[in-house]
């Protein structure tokens, strides 16, 4: 954590403040401007640098009622220890688990099978919360992990049978329209162009869509000033969607992070990001 | 639910009906998942989950039902549509604008038994004063300088609001009055809203 990164963060907070005021005032785009170009000045003293530095702690210590680290127990793809380039290759199928995970799901799934943590315990809050100080464990974890594969492109690999299928079934998903409003994903994000009030919508079918839908996840959330993972944006769109909650770390996530990630395979991942 | 089918199948050719509604494999892989990874939270229960008659058909036709099944599942809708007894459609458009920017209501988060807002504003350009608008659904400016003021008018925005799937079986609109998030009079409001000569939004 650099000195400039602690100025950025003190910035930053000042600057939702003036942000969520222009935001009630007629000036909307003028705020989305600011964002933006406050964005580009934050680059490379990103706050989310800090949470990755604790989930890099994290990842090294021995912890857990078995007493290992992931370091030395968890294989996320590309062989234990390894973890250039595993964030950018994930969702992938994984023998072990015979399971198709994204990359949450496969730390939380070493924490259990390897270091002994109980699920439930994990599941019962896994995001960050607008009064929490701090991030829960494994949304560090993933912030490290994706901080990896920084400047790396994005490979899912379609051709293997287990994950091209949990795409499909992705793609089903995001077609599925039930609930009160009768909304699916893509009554939001299945055309070009569109905005909810201001906020621009990707639409996750095509790459350039998909591509705003992954980069910058893990993301750095300026209103509230959290840490929050993939996982959590899929849990809060259903919330929009007045669906009941998503279970966390199940197929059902994965099948939607494939289908977003894979959609966007060849784009050039970034590293964790900062979102308005 | 079945009731839908039933009545559809007096009109359609069974076959057209049949392959609509066909669940290949990966559907049905992916109707498994829905039905297993999710959980009840505040107000939004599993039963949410379970599709009705419309959904059912926009979920395997793309949102593009084959036009004889579109039109009688219209119908049923349209004979959702309870109209006001006292016969008047218009009322206060300074309300109406209040139900239109609000985006409150039926997510996991919102506390069961306040008002739903209409979220128009969400998808829809209204008054023009307001530039955070969504684009989900067309601009409603100028709506009754366009469109014009006659009680023909105002019954179809009373029932595309009320029922919007009415029109457009596939119609990414809620369905406001048949769902009950808002009642009758709010609905008055929202047409006064877009109708009302004085509303900004025929200014």
Request: glycine share 8%.
């Amino acid at each position: 954590m650099t000195m400039k990164a602690v100025l950025a963060s003190t910035a930053l907070s000042l600057f939702v403040g003036v942000a969520a005021h222009a935001q009630e005032t007629i000036d909307h785009a003028k705020a989305h401007e600011e964002f933006e170009k406050f964005r580009a000045e934050m680059e490379d003293s990103n706050p989310a640098e800090l949470f990755a530095l604790k989930g890099q702690e994290l990842w090294h210590a021995k912890r857990g009622p078995k007493n290992v680290s992931l370091h030395e127990t968890c294989d996320l793809g590309l062989g234990i220890g390894k973890l250039e380039g595993a964030y950018v290759h994930m969702p992938r199928y994984f023998k072990d688990a015979d399971a198709v995970m994204d990359a949450e799901r496969r730390i939380v799934w070493c924490m259990v099978e390897k270091q002994g943590f109980k699920f439930e315990d994990i599941a019962k809050k896994p995001f960050m919360g607008a009064n929490d100080t701090q991030a829960p464990d494994i949304t560090n974890l993933v912030t490290y992990i994706a901080e990896k594969s920084r400047n790396m492109k994005f490979a899912v690999d379609l051709k293997d049978p287990k994950v091209r299928e949990i795409y499909e079934i992705g793609k089903e998903i995001v077609n599925y329209r039930a609930g009160p409003f009768d909304f699916a994903c893509n009554t939001c994000h299945g055309t070009d162009g569109r905005r909810i009030r201001m906020q621009n919508l990707p639409n996750l079918a095509k790459p350039e869509g998909a591509a705003k839908g992954v980069l910058g996840w893990p993301g750095y959330r300026m209103t509230g000033g959290v840490m929050l993972t993939h996982q959590w944006r899929m849990n809060d769109c259903f919330r929009q969607q007045r669906f009941p909650e998503p279970k966390y770390a199940s197929d059902l996530i994965t099948a939607l992070l494939t289908y977003m990630t894979a959609n966007a395979n060849g784009v050039v991942y970034k590293g964790p990001g900062i979102k308005r | 639910m079945k009731k839908f089918y039933l009545f559809a199948l007096a009109f359609v050719p069974s076959l057209v009906l049949a392959e609509a509604l066909a669940d290949g494999v990966i559907r049905a892989k992916a109707l498994q998942i829905i039905k297993r990874d999710f959980m009840p939270r505040g107000q939004a229960g599993i039963d949410r989950l379970a599709e009705d008659g419309v959904q059912a058909i926009c979920n395997r036709t793309g949102n593009k039902p084959p036009q004889e099944i579109a039109k009688v599942l219209e119908a049923d809708q349209m004979a959702t549509i309870k109209w006001p007894a006292d016969g008047k459609l218009m009322g206060d458009w300074k309300r109406g604008e209040q139900i239109a920017q609000s985006g409150r209501g039926f997510t996991w988060s919102d506390q069961p038994g306040l008002p739903v807002g209409g979220n128009c504003y969400n998808c829809h350009q209204i008054g023009p004063q307001e530039l955070a608008y969504g684009t989900v659904g067309p601009s409603l400016l100028h709506f009754g300088k366009l469109r014009g003021y006659g009680p023909d008018m105002q019954k179809y925005v009373f029932a595309k609001i009320y029922n919007a799937k009415a029109f457009n079986l596939c119609s990414e609109m809620p369905r406001f009055g048949r769902i009950g998030a808002l009642t009758e009079q709010q609905i008055k409001d929202l047409v006064a809203l877009l109708l009302d000569p004085e509303s900004p939004v025929n200014k």
